[in-house]
């Protein structure tokens, strides 16, 4: 074989790889594949595999059938109370219908700005229908369905996609009104400190007067009982000392004059200077050791 023959055949190698190589593509398990002669579409293959084409009259435009995000920018919306929130969302889609979103989108940059125009919109009006805590309550659900099925309805139909889900990334208020938005706050939150003071105060006097009262009372019950006791105790010495002073007097008198030298000569300093006479000393011997005279 001479040389002429080798390169021969070499030139029809390669132009036999480039033929297949050109007519053939891969589709991967995520992918779809709209096949165009010419431009116009031929075939939407969703099967992975190796597949084959018409070399330059086919071209292949593969698609994600994966779920999709992007993010919408942040709008700043009003509210049915007339407040101003700024609200930032993304949105998950896929596409189902690959033909579809190729004729009417083209691109995946296209069918994302009409979603982003439709969310715009959606949201201004959705928003607008409800009070500023109903975003930051359970009845958020509802709004996101209410955006759901709006996009769905303007958005994923006509471009063969579906629309997965949406979701609020942040609800802020906007910087100019969160000063006023905190000392508003602030406000209620001082008024109900001090109506909460005022109650416990009010509570705390209630308290104090039902205490004193109670004491009041308690205090003249004791003093009642002890008034009482002190009585009853006075009588039944009284009466004692009748009942003693009756059985013998003369023990009896001379008993009450010891307790009256008791009393007056009590305390280690008191002394007595003078002639133990008289009716105080008539139960001490004199000094002939007799009693003194009787009055």
Known sequence: MNQGKVILLAIVAVLAAIAVYSSTFVVQQAESAIVLRFGNPQAVIDEPGLKFKIPVADTVILLDRRVLNFDAPAQELLTRDQKRVVISAFVRYQIVN????????????????????????????????????????????DIMRQIHTELTRQAAEPYGIKIIDVRFKRVDLPAQNSDAVFNSMRKQRAQEAARIRAEGAREARQKTAEADKQRVVALADARKQSA???????AEATRI?????????????????????????????????????GDFFRFFGNEAGKSAPKP
């Open 241 to 277: 000392y009748n009942e003693a002073f009756g059985k013998d007097p003369e023990f009896f008198d001379f008993y009450r004059s010891l307790q009256a030298m008791q009393d007056a000569l009590k305390g280690s300093s008191t002394t007595y200077v003078g002639p133990a006479t």
């Open 98 to 141: 690959s033909l579809k979103f190729y004729q009417v989108g083209r691109t995946y940059s296209n069918a994302e700005s009409q979603i982003r125009s439709v969310l715009g919109s959606t949201l201004r009006s959705v928003i607008g229908n409800v009070a500023l805590a109903d975003t930051l309550t359970p009845k958020r659900a």
């Open 228 to 234: 009482i006791l002190r009585g009853q105790g006075d």
